[in-house]
């Protein structure tokens, strides 16, 4: 008798391990230095005031284009957090490590009091797949106090080895790399 009893309580505790989930991997943005020192800038101050990123991207699984127009969402392998804000900082950190100290206003600092380089982004294209590629492809304008909006187009494609999600947030990591570089040339001027 005593064992029928002990026999489900044993059977949960030991089978828990078995029902449990997979264990997620989780998925970070790297920061990539300039390919060279960062150019002599003068002016206002630069802040990312807004980034807006695709339909079905701004979400903490992986998501990868396939060739059938579907997204494979790839919920047991995430990012670190949602991807706008993973998108945000690390652009604003590629884009500090290419202007000179103090010219780059990070996500969360306080602005300084007077005007500033305000820039918006819009992503309208910014995955993987279905080819081995990454494509970023971004409409961002500059407000400047006294001399109006500056709008801008950018499209980069990165190569991939394969669609996996390493290779995935490298290549994304390349692609705001390569868009911090194209920015920051439009602060030499």
């Known amino acids: 008798m005593r064992v029928r009893r002990l026999l489900p309580i044993l059977i949960l505790t030991t089978g828990c391990g078995f029902l449990s989930r997979s264990q ?5 943005l790297d920061r990539l230095p300039p390919a060279a020192a960062p150019a002599p800038v003068t002016g206002l101050p630069v ?3 807004g980034i807006e990123l695709p339909p079905g991207v701004d979400r903490k699984e992986v998501v990868v284009r396939r060739a059938d127009h579907q997204l494979d969402v790839r919920s ?20 500090a490590s290419r202007l000179p100290d103090g010219m780059m206003i990070l ?16 992503f309208e294209e ?12 971004a409409r961002w304008n500059v407000r400047e ?6 709008a801008h187009h950018e499209r980069i494609t990165v190569p991939v080895a394969s669609l996996d999600s390493a ?10 790399a390569q868009l911090a570089d194209r920015m920051a040339t439009e602060f030499t001027r």
């Open 24 to 28: 997620s991997k989780i998925y970070e």
């Open 47 to 49: 802040a990312i005031d």
């Open 76 to 95: 047991a392998e995430q990012w670190s957090a949602s991807l706008q804000p993973l998108v945000l900082h690390t652009l604003a950190s590629d884009l």
């Open 107 to 122: 996500p969360g600092a306080v602005k300084p009091t007077g005007a500033v380089r305000s820039i918006d982004v819009v």
């Open 126 to 137: 910014l995955a993987a797949g279905p080819d081995s590629t990454l494509t970023l492809d």
């Open 145 to 150: 106090p006294g001399r109006g909006t500056t």
């Open 167 to 176: 290779n995935v947030a490298t290549g994304l990591s390349q692609a705001l």
